[in-house]
């Protein structure tokens, strides 16, 4: 079993940043895929991006490419998403996601999920 825990939401202005973290326990965190993903009212869950085990290669939709960046410290067993020029529609609970055999962007794959961290983004 992995537990997540998110912390880092919060309310920002357009155009600012929040970090987000998300810090692993059960399991050795260096083996696990870490996603992002979001969910704004009314609307499905979105891929943001996932980070992998061994060469940390990252991907990212489209819609935050260039403005959000997600990196892991395996020491703190923590995978950060730092998100930059945060827009309105950045609005939503962000979770971050783990599984310790694959990825992918429909979130079906992933065995383990946080609870979620409510980011607000007001113009």
């Known amino acids: 079993q992995v537990q997540l825990v998110e912390s880092g939401g919060g309310l920002v202005q357009a155009g600012g940043s929040l970090r987000l973290s998300c810090t692993a326990s059960?399991?050795?965190?260096?083996?696990?895929?870490m996603a992002w993903f979001r969910q704004a009212p009314g609307k499905e869950r979105e891929f943001v991006g996932v980070?992998?085990?061994?060469?940390?290669?990252?991907k990212y939709a489209d819609s935050v490419k260039g403005r959000f960046t997600i990196s892991r410290d395996n020491a703190k067993n923590t995978v950060y998403l730092q998100m930059n020029v945060l827009k309105p529609e950045d609005t939503a609970v962000y979770y971050c996601?783990?599984?310790?055999?694959?990825?992918?962007?429909?979130?079906?794959?992933?065995?383990?999920w946080g609870q979620g961290t409510q980011v607000t983004v007001s113009s």
């Open positions: 980070i992998s085990t061994r060469d940390e290669s990252t």
């Open positions: 059960g399991r050795t965190f260096s083996r696990l895929f």
């Open positions: 996601a783990a599984d310790p055999i694959t990825w992918d962007t429909s979130g079906k794959v992933y065995d383990y």
